[in-house]
């Protein structure tokens, strides 16, 4: 809970200079834009995440910090075919610069390859993190192959419902109909 409490608002000089790597575990229903696409289905869905970060010679006399961020995720999202739930795996591999401003971040986009990212005292990793996992989100999430139909589903759980549920009578009917199949 600390660490995850530090990595939004991350002190990112310090922690370019200690370079020690930030290796967490985030619940999904903590990241609320990303758990409100998820509508509440599986709330154990966690994010593994890592973000390092490095001092690099650049315009600063005392170096550029450059940011690291991997993440890998699986997001249960409704398929738009079936309207079953479809885990979708979500990967992010980015690499930042952070500039002292907005103005030069706007003015140095273009040629950049690297995202560029506005220094602020207390950096909120996890929102930018946020943020790479919406935008790898599938515009229309769906299965790649949908599973069997929801009604043949809906009939394999009244016959477990009829094996399991019931005392004697019924459990040697359900031996009785086994034997038959
Ligand atoms: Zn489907």
Known sequence: MSRSHQASRLNMQAFA??????IETTLLQNM????????????????????SAELRPGSATEGDIW????????????C?????????PLEVNQWYRFVASEDIAMAEDDESEEDLLVMEPQFDLLAVLEDELLM??????????????????????????????????FASLAGLKKKGD
């Open 136 to 169: 790898a989100l599938p515009l229309v999430p769906m299965h790649d192959e949908c599973p069997a139909a929801p009604a043949m589903q809906a009939g394999e759980e009244a016959l477990k419902d009829a094996v399991q549920d019931k005392p004697h009578p």
């Open 17 to 22: 200079q200690e370079g020690v790597p930030l």
């Open 67 to 78: 940011l690291h961020l991997e993440a890998s995720t699986a997001v249960p999202l409704v």
């Open 32 to 51: 609320e834009r990303l758990a409100q696409e998820a509508q509440g289905l599986q709330p154990d869905s966690v994010v593994n995440w890592k973000a």
């Open 80 to 88: 738009q075919r079936c309207m079953g739930i479809v885990s979708t």
